[in-house]
Every structure is written in C-alpha cells, then in structure tokens.
C-alpha cells in the first residue's frame, strides 16, 4: 500500500518570503507517479504538476519549484517571494504508474499555507 | 476546453432529509468520473468511481449512492442523511486510456451541512 506523508499541518509566512511544503511517500513499487494539488479558500483542487519516478530533474515554472529526491523518497514544493495569493491548503499525491486512472490515487493530508500580507 | 460544473455549491439539510448533487462535464467524452468527500480536517476521500453510464465503484460503506445515468452526469444520492454526511463534496473526472487518465480536474465542491 503507498502512503503520502505532508508532516507540516500549518505554515505562516510573511509576503514575499520564500516556504517550503514537504511531502513523503512511501511504496514499494519503483513506478509511480507524484502530484501537488493546490486548494484555495474556494474549495476547488487544482492541479499544479505531476512527475514520474524516472524524471528525478527537478522543476521550476515561474515561482514555484519542485525538488524531487528519490533517495529519500521526498518530493517538496518551494514558493519563492510568496504572495497572499499563494494562500490555500497544498496536496501531495501518488499513484503507481501502471493505475489506468486515478482510483488509486493516495492523497497526503494537506498543508495550509496562511501567507500574510 | 473542458469544464466541469457541480451544484449546489451550498446545501443545508435536515437529519433524515434526501439528498441530491449533480456534476457534469463538458468538452470531453467516456471520461472517468469521481466522487471525493472531504471532511473537517482536510483529507480526502474517495467515495464512488465510475468508467462508464450505469457503472459506478463505490469505495467505502456508507449512506451514500452515486449514479452515471449519461456520460458525462455523474449524481451522488442518498435517501435519509446522517449528521455524519456534513462535509464538502467534490466531483472529478480524468481522461481514460491514455496517460493522462490519472490527472485529476475537480469541480468547484458542494458544501453540505447537516442539521
């Protein structure tokens, strides 16, 4: 069975500062799939990005970032020079490359991220 | 481009009363539906799934039924609502077949109360 472990429950930050929001998972098999999900006080998730086990190169759009480290098993999301926009609860999630869908997706519990003007 | 609409956005029901939310989904075909329930404290639950009209999964027990009576109509029911059933309601669906199947594009959630 794979677990997605988002340790951090709260972050605050001061706009403009830069925050990281860690996510571990755990699974036994070597393909697999790694989301974020971002969700604002609106209610609707959106999706952010998804990385196969085999792409470990790490990802940057615009003020976000993604370091992927499979070596310990971590796939952390960094927001630079934050915004009172970047305000929601952020999902980490996993799925084994060989699911046909997304039934067996496992999302970790969430971080809410509170960036303060 | 797809989209994907949910309603009601707010529902507040008494204990015993039935329930009705409905999503559908545009711009797209045979789409994999979702029903997720997050309760207070954030996680998300897969309720019900379905891969086509008239098949539905359903994932965990409870007091709840989904329905796909056409393909892109996905309802969550239930005759007699329990206190518990309080929660935010979101609806999904994803591509099937192809590698995006398991990319995830959720509607904008229906927040039930339960009184």
């Given at each position: ?73 971590s796939f952390n999301f960094t927001i630079t020079a934050s915004q009172v ?33 | ?115």
């Open positions: 069975a794979q677990k997605v472990t988002q340790a951090q429950t709260e972050i605050s930050v001061v706009e403009k500062e830069d925050v990281t929001l860690d996510c571990v998972y755990e699974t036994r098999d070597t393909t697999y799939y790694l989301f974020w999900y971002k969700q604002p006080p609106s209610g609707e998730l959106v999706f952010l990005i998804r990385r196969n086990s085999f792409d470990e190169q790490n990802e940057i759009s615009g003020r976000y970032s993604w370091n992927f480290q499979k070596s310990t098993s926009v970047d305000s929601a609860v952020y999902f980490c999630a996993l799925i084994l490359l060989s699911s046909g869908s997304a039934r067996q997706l496992t999302f970790g519990s969430g971080t809410q991220l509170t960036v303060l003007p | 481009s797809q989209t994907i609409h949910q309603w009601p956005a707010t529902l507040v029901q008494p204990v015993g009363s039935p329930l009705s939310l409905e999503c559908t989904v545009e711009g797209t075909s045979n789409p994999n539906l979702y029903w997720y329930r997050q309760a207070a404290g954030r996680g998300l639950q897969l309720l019900f799934y379905s891969v086509g009209i008239g098949q539905i999964s359903s994932e965990v027990p409870q007091n709840l039924s989904a329905s796909r009576p056409q393909d892109r109509q996905f309802i969550l029911s239930s005759k007699k609502l329990l206190l518990s059933d309080s929660g935010f309601y979101l609806c999904a669906w994803s591509k099937r077949g192809s590698t995006g199947a398991n990319v995830l594009t959720f509607g904008a959630g229906s927040r039930l109360t339960v009184l």
